[in-house]
């Protein structure tokens, strides 16, 4: 959520970056309504508990013969401020509803406009090309017996699959080379629930325009995360932290679920795009102003791990249009896939600034001792899509796959993974 002192005297800011995330501006005056009306609401119940509150010191003082008129204009006094306080909680109500259309206000240097806007930020290695005829991520994963997606489609429907014997374990060792990253990186990792409240949810952002693509359980009213981010918002939430000796930085391993209601014939081939996933996930916790430091910390990391794998990528700044609610900046970093001859998305990191953590109450002491809204960040270090990249990029012409260096020792020293006939 916005801050709403920024909305009441800054409303023309929040109006560009709707207008640059291609949002209705409209939505920002109706937020503005909506929080003179909360605020003329707050007002007058005020007024009525002070009349009220002064009234009933009148009673206290008033000799016995006043006393029944005094007692009788008292109940009419606690029915108005009654009144007042319903319309109150209505007017907060409205608001909410409001203001939870709005993006986060989105960094000065996001280019404007939808996902075909971005800019390329750096490039590392090659467009990868062979001369001999690369097989796609799924011709090598089934004839290496990596995973069974024909399986997973029979147990469980399409968008399903299974990761078999070399693919389980090279899964593993991605996410055992991410897990030794960040902990040199001074992240605490944690297991986290894959089922959070409505109220988290909700406060991470993931409940507005895409809230399609989040499975439900109705009977228990929890929600399937797609990402361990949720969970890790909600981790302090209704807190107050310390960040004095520095940042809180957390990496979450869990398993993921995403409907992918939008996505429908899209990479309907494959592990690319899925129901179901394992992912690790940073969160940091920081000072507002630490924000964009922290942001090129996650970023810088996420380069070591593709670095490590002996990827193809690029990195790009994510146009404003593509962001998502919650974030202010994002930068995605793409890997360069053979057989399609594109980059495609393995990896992002997010600068939510204090907009999760307005709504989730995760606040620090500042230097004059009031407290004041956390920034919150994200970023994946490794998740099973990267299986894709790797197996594609480190073909070679007899079908075998060349395991890259760092994977090696959490694979018994695998080096090369063959066909099996």
């Given at each position: 959520?916005i801050?709403?002192q920024l909305?009441?005297?800054?409303?023309?800011l929040?109006?560009?970056?709707?207008?640059?995330?291609?949002d209705?501006?409209s939505?920002?005056d109706?937020a503005l309504?909506?929080e003179s009306?909360?605020?003329?609401?707050?007002t007058?119940?005020?007024?009525?508990?002070?009349e009220?509150?002064a009234h009933?010191?009148?009673?206290?003082a008033?000799?016995k013969e006043?006393r029944?008129?005094?007692i009788?204009q008292g109940?009419a006094?606690a029915?108005?401020?009654?009144q007042a306080?319903?319309r109150?909680?209505?007017a907060?109500a409205?608001f909410?509803?409001?203001?939870s259309r709005?993006?986060?206000?989105?960094?000065?240097d996001v280019?404007?406009?939808?996902?075909?806007?971005?800019?390329?930020?750096?490039?590392h290695g090659e467009?990868?090309?062979f001369?001999?005829?690369?097989?796609?991520?799924?011709?090598l994963g089934?004839?290496l017996r990596?995973?069974?997606?024909a399986?997973g489609?029979?147990?469980a429907?399409?968008r399903f699959?299974?990761?078999?014997g070399i693919g389980?374990?090279?899964?593993l060792?991605l996410?055992?080379?991410?897990l030794?990253?960040?902990l040199?990186?001074?992240?605490?990792?944690?297991?986290?629930?894959?089922?959070?409240?409505?109220e988290?949810m909700?406060g991470?952002?993931?409940?507005?325009?895409?809230?399609d693509e989040?499975y439900?359980l109705?009977a228990?009213?929890l929600?399937?995360?797609?990402?361990s981010e949720?969970a890790?918002?909600?981790?302090?939430?209704?807190?107050?932290?310390d960040?004095?000796?520095?940042?809180?930085?957390y990496a979450?391993?869990?398993?993921?679920y995403r409907?992918?209601?939008?996505s429908?014939?899209?990479?309907?081939?494959?592990?690319?795009?899925?129901?179901?996933?394992n992912?690790?996930?940073?969160?940091?916790?920081?000072k507002?102003?630490?924000?964009?430091?922290?942001?090129e910390?996650?970023?810088?990391l996420q380069?070591?791990?593709?670095?490590?794998?002996?990827l193809?990528?690029?990195v790009?700044d994510?146009?404003?249009?593509?962001l998502g609610?919650?974030?202010?900046?994002?930068?995605?970093?793409?890997a360069?896939?053979?057989?399609?001859q594109?980059?495609?998305?393995?990896?992002?990191t997010?600068?939510?600034?204090?907009?999760q953590?307005?709504r989730?109450?995760?606040?620090?002491?500042t230097?004059?001792?009031?407290?004041a809204?956390v920034?919150?960040?994200n970023?994946t270090?490794a998740?099973t899509?990267?299986l894709v990249?790797i197996?594609?990029?480190h073909q070679?012409p007899?079908?075998?796959v060349?395991?890259?260096?760092?994977?090696?020792?959490?694979?018994?020293?695998i080096s090369?993974i063959e066909?099996?006939?």
């Amino acid at each position: 959520m916005i801050d709403p002192q920024l909305l009441r005297e800054q409303p023309d800011l929040v109006k560009a970056s709707q207008e640059r995330r291609g949002d209705p501006v409209s939505y920002v005056d109706e937020a503005l309504e909506a929080e003179s009306a909360r605020r003329s609401a707050i007002t007058e119940f005020e007024r009525l508990r002070a009349e009220q509150n002064a009234h009933g010191k009148l009673v206290g003082a008033a000799a016995k013969e006043d006393r029944g008129a005094l007692i009788e204009q008292g109940k009419a006094l606690a029915g108005g401020v009654k009144q007042a306080q319903t319309r109150v909680t209505e007017a907060e109500a409205a608001f909410d509803a409001s203001v939870s259309r709005l993006g986060n206000i989105v960094h000065p240097d996001v280019p404007a406009g939808d996902e075909a806007n971005f800019i390329t930020l750096s490039t590392h290695g090659e467009e990868r090309s062979f001369d001999f005829e690369p097989k796609d991520h799924v011709e090598l994963g089934e004839s290496l017996r990596a995973f069974d997606i024909a399986r997973g489609a029979k147990v469980a429907g399409s968008r399903f699959y299974y990761l078999t014997g070399i693919g389980m374990r090279l899964e593993l060792a991605l996410m055992l080379l991410g897990l030794e990253q960040v902990l040199a990186d001074g992240f605490t990792p944690l297991t986290t629930p894959t089922l959070v409240r409505p109220e988290i949810m909700r406060g991470t952002g993931f409940l507005g325009e895409h809230a399609d693509e989040v499975y439900r359980l109705p009977a228990d009213d929890l929600y399937l995360t797609g990402t361990s981010e949720v969970a890790l918002a909600g981790f302090h939430a209704d807190e107050i932290v310390d960040l004095e000796q520095g940042a809180l930085r957390y990496a979450g391993w869990s398993t993921c679920y995403r409907r992918e209601a939008g996505s429908a014939g899209r990479d309907t081939r494959g592990i690319l795009r899925v129901h179901q996933f394992n992912k690790l996930e940073m969160f940091s916790y920081v000072k507002p102003e630490d924000a964009e430091a922290e942001h090129e910390r996650m970023r810088a990391l996420q380069e070591r791990m593709l670095q490590a794998c002996e990827l193809d990528y690029r990195v790009i700044d994510v146009a404003a249009g593509d962001l998502g609610s919650s974030a202010a900046r994002k930068f995605d970093i793409e890997a360069w896939i053979p057989s399609q001859q594109q980059y495609r998305e393995l990896t992002s990191t997010s600068n939510c600034t204090t907009f999760q953590a307005r709504r989730l109450g995760t606040r620090y002491r500042t230097e004059t001792g009031r407290t004041a809204p956390v920034a919150t960040l994200n970023g994946t270090a490794a998740t099973t899509r990267w299986l894709v990249a790797i197996l594609e990029t480190h073909q070679q012409p007899d079908g075998s796959v060349r395991v890259p260096e760092a994977l090696r020792p959490h694979l018994g020293g695998i080096s090369t993974i063959e066909p099996v006939a």
